[in-house]
Structure formats: C-alpha cells, structure tokens
C-alpha cells in the first residue's frame, strides 16, 4: 500500500473538512476531560474532579451541534450516494463514543468511586483507560485518512480491535467482581451504578471499533 495518497480531503470539501477536524477534536477534548476527571477522583482530589466532569457534560453538547452540520454538509455534496452512507455511519458511530462517555461521567459524578472495593476500582480505571487509548487510536487513524496516510491509518484501525477485544475480557472480570464482592457494595444502587459505568465504558470501546469499520470501508472503497 505505499505510495497511495489519496486524502479525504481530495473528496470532502474545505468546510467539511474543517468540521470533521472540529468534531474530532472535540472528541478528543471529551477524552481527556474524562480521564484527567479519573486521575483526580483516584486521588481524593473530588471537587476538581467534578469540574472535569461537567466540562464531559459541555464538550459533548457542543460536540451535537458539530456533527448536525457535518452531516449538513456530506448530505449537500456532490458525492456517490453509497459514500455519503459511509461517511454519515462513521460520524454516528464517533459521535456514540462521545454520548457513551458523557454517560459515564454523570455516572461518576454520583459515584462514591473512593468507597468502592479497590479490586473494582481498579478493573473500572483499566476500562477507562482501554476506552481512552481506543479513542485515541481512532482519532489518529481519522486523521491519517485526511492527510492521505492511508496504510498507515489501516495500522492504527487494527490496532483499535486489539483493544476492543482487551475490553471485552475487562468488562467480564469487572460484572464477576460484581457478584463475588456484592456483599461489600452497600447500598444496592451502588452496584447498579458500577454496572452501568462499566457498561457505557465497554460500550464506547465498542463504539470505537465500528466506527473504525465504517473508516476501514472508507479507505478501501474510495481511498485505495
């Protein structure tokens, strides 16, 4: 594959391009919001934590009104109509990533996470950091395709299964550590928060890696 240059934006126009570089960034703006909200929570340090969580909260809401007119535009032009679909799942699906950790920041911000067994607060922050670096991978591989980078964009959407599949194995040890330490996790609502905010945690990392698909089908159908 070196030597194939194609850019997406050879086939976007300039304003599209500028949004989707945007709405990226805004994602990426959300990921760090939420994990720096983690690493304060972890230690003691609440009422800044709290801060980081509601700016999840802001970036996300700015993060819609981001993908409303990037949608706007890759309806409007002149492009194939199957790769305008394509376009529009992996904004949907990127966009996903952003309502999933927004959920999960309002969850940790009812969350006693300092109170909770260390063993489930452990497997909760390597979900959360599997969920960053996921995103992470996603976004470089975003960008990667804009520049023409497309072999090693590919890379990177590998890369972002790998995690997913570590994600999956994470999120089961953390649903068993549910059951067997149940008996310490009072009152019950905070078991069901803890299974909730695993849940939207696995569900971004899921999210990442369809949204990866929906990328990979760009490149090889319209990019190589």
């Known amino acids: 594959m070196e030597g194939l240059n194609i850019r997406l934006s050879d086939i976007l126009t300039a304003e599209a391009i500028k949004v989707l570089i945007d709405f990226l960034s805004n994602l990426e703006k959300i990921a760090k919001s939420f994990s720096t909200s983690l690493d304060l929570l972890n230690t003691m340090r609440v009422g800044e934590a709290r801060v980081q969580l509601a700016e999840v909260l802001k970036q996300e809401e700015k993060g819609k009104e981001l993908r409303t007119r990037l949608e706007e535009l890759i309806v409007s032009s002149r492009l194939e109509p199957s790769l305008k679909e394509d376009l529009l799942n992996f904004v949907i699906k990127a966009d996903a990533i952003g309502d999933h950790i927004k959920e999960a920041a309002r969850e940790l911000t009812i969350l006693p996470l300092l109170e909770i067994p260390a063993e489930i607060r452990n497997g909760i922050l390597e ?26 964009a590919l890379e990177d959407i590998e ?64 990019l190589l």
């Open 127 to 152: 979900l959360s950091k599997l969920s960053i670096t996921a995103l992470q991978q996603l976004l470089a591989a975003a960008k990667k395709t804009i520049e023409g980078d497309n072999a090693k």
């Open 159 to 222: 890369k972002i299964n790998r995690y997913e599949d570590m994600a999956d194995r994470v999120d089961l040890a953390n649903r068993g550590l549910l059951l067997t330490l149940s008996d310490r996790l009072k009152p019950v609502t905070v078991a069901i928060l803890i299974h909730d905010l695993n849940k939207d945690l696995e569900d971004s990392v899921d999210a990442c890696q369809v949204a990866g698909e929906y990328l990979k089908l760009i490149i090889l159908t319209w």
